[in-house]
């Protein structure tokens, strides 16, 4: 009976008390094999604000300093969403990017998108005695809706489905331009 | 004869005594749900043990005997033995634990509450919470002093270290520092406290004698915690972003070195060989082992998935 009440208790505390600062940390890994040397892919990906014409899902993108550490790059989504992302690392010579997104207000969530946080990191590996690449994409998030219960295309799983087709779109696009297709 | 006999006696006390004499490091798996218990005599995972929702924390009793565990989403901690690496409690707490820290004397075990803002106190006797104090926004690091007088708590939210004194568990003093002070470590000998800044990308080094910040010093980008080298007066502390370990030579106090691990490092501990240094690497689902000597990686050993190893993870025997 106690431990009845006790239960009921904890639900109702549950919205205010537990999720004040959030879920937890997600992830997401996308892999893509590029038949083309490193040094091709790179060239295609390494400029920050490439990414509006290797990702079909990113309209515009503008940065504030190119691609020197500490740009900012504003990016329009095709759903006509908008959020900034800083380049924390920049690093030819072992072909690795990592960038973040700055951390939307509380309460917006993207159409499509449904997360609040999301650093980035890009790495090319080579395979095949250098005449391939090995791109990879990985992401680290937290879904955007602050509550216990979100609804069902707000949840962690769907965070990391569409953080999923966004790298697997994007990847696919640096295929397609890197083998000329 | 008796050459031999003396020298096989010594290989088997020192086979004896190596057997005993191999810490454990206790890993926590944020996406299993998990501990991955390495022995570091052979850097190899030799059990996985369940614990609660999304464990986090951990803290290895200064006997070595127990584990405590904080899951911040079932709300609760669980207390492996070491004997039987099993779980032999689990303690509920409120809202959200996550740092852990233990006393000197091993008697009480510190968790802090970073939805509630509150520090609980486990009586590790009874194995129930015996009190709590009410801390700053989001308290996300603990410390103890050796002499078991004060606690330290970093409040993520308000960029200030507390310290409550705990013979009458009261606040007695806030001191500011970076932005977004995460892990915390104290320096008995110096009188030091380090805290990882996240927001500010630096380490405050607090004079514990003065009570105040008396220096920030740059590391990498979001760093999450740090550890002390006595032997080489350095600290290491991990960088979440960076994917790095920065050095920092505290003769100098400037950041001396940048170590690339692997990404999303979080969890730092020494160990007590005082030669290696173990690294969880949370995305990687790895630990990176450095020798800080060299500082180059030695090892890299596979964990669950998620590994935090938030506090002091490795026994000491």
Redesign the interface.
């Known amino acids: 009976m106690n431990y009845l009440k006790l239960s009921l208790l904890s639900i109702l505390l549950l919205p205010t ?5 959030g879920p ?2 997600q ?1 997401a890994l996308v892999t893509m094999e590029v038949h083309a040397s490193p040094d091709k892919v790179w060239a295609i990906l390494s400029d920050f604000c490439s990414i509006a014409e290797w990702n079909t899902k990113v309209k515009t993108c503008s940065a504030s300093q190119g691609s020197e550490k500490g740009s900012v790059r504003t990016i329009e989504y095709d759903t006509g969403e908008k959020v900034t992302e800083k380049l ?2 920049h690093d030819s010579e072992n072909m690795k990017m ?1 960038y ?1 997104m700055e951390q939307l207000e509380k309460g917006r969530i993207m159409k499509g998108l449904p997360i609040a946080t999301l ?1 980035t ?1 890009i790495f090319i590996t080579p395979a095949d005695n250098g005449a391939s690449s090995l791109v990879q994409m ?1 992401g ?1 998030f937290y879904r955007a809706f602050p509550g216990p219960t979100p609804p069902e295309d707000q949840t962690d799983t769907a965070a990391v489905a569409a953080v999923t087709t966004l790298y697997e779109t994007g990847l696919e696009g640096i295929k397609a331009a890197a083998e000329g297709k | 004869m008796s050459v031999m006999k003396t020298a096989l006696s010594f290989l088997l006390f020192c086979w004896a005594c190596t057997l005993q004499a191999q810490p454990y490091a206790y890993i926590t798996n944020q996406g299993d749900n998990s501990v991955s218990v390495i022995d570091t005599e052979i850097d190899k995972v030799i059990k996985t043990i369940k614990v609660g929702n999304k464990p986090a924390g951990v803290v290895v009793s200064n006997d070595s005997k127990r584990v405590y565990i904080s899951n911040p989403e079932s709300q609760d901690i669980s207390v492996i033995e070491t004997e039987s690496l099993s779980v032999i409690k689990i303690i509920k707490v409120g809202g959200g634990p996550l740092a852990i820290a233990i006393s000197p004397d091993d008697k009480s075990v510190y968790v802090a509450d970073w939805y509630e803002d509150n520090i609980y106190i486990i009586d590790t006797n009874t194995l129930t919470v015996k009190t709590k104090i009410n801390v700053g926004d989001s308290p996300s690091g603990l410390a103890t002093d050796p002499n078991g007088l004060f606690l330290y708590v970093a409040n993520r939210d308000d960029n200030t270290i507390m310290i409550i004194d705990l013979i009458d568990n009261t606040v007695v003093n806030t001191i500011t520092v970076g932005k977004a002070p995460f892990g915390i470590t104290v320096d008995a000998f110096k009188k030091q406290l380090y805290s990882a800044n996240v927001q500010s990308g630096d380490v405050s080094v607090v004079d514990l004698n003065q009570q105040k910040t008396i220096k920030n010093i740059k590391v990498g980008d979001f760093p999450y915690a740090v550890a002390i080298d006595d032997k080489n007066n350095r600290l290491f502390v991990t960088n979440q972003r960076s994917s790095s370990v920065s050095v920092i030579d505290r003769a100098v106090m400037e950041t001396v070195k940048e170590i690339e691990v692997g990404e999303y490092p979080e969890g730092i501990s020494l160990h007590p060989d005082k030669n290696r240094l173990y690294v969880a690497n949370w995305f990687d689902n790895m630990m990176s082992v450095i020798d800080i000597d060299t500082l180059k990686i030695i090892d890299e050993i596979e964990t669950g998935d998620g590994c935090r190893a938030y506090g002091r993870f490795i026994s000491s025997q």
Not at chain 1, 17 to 21: D, Q, T
């Open positions: 008390l537990v999720f004040a600062h937890s940390r992830k924390f690392k990592l973040a650093s990191t990985k680290a």
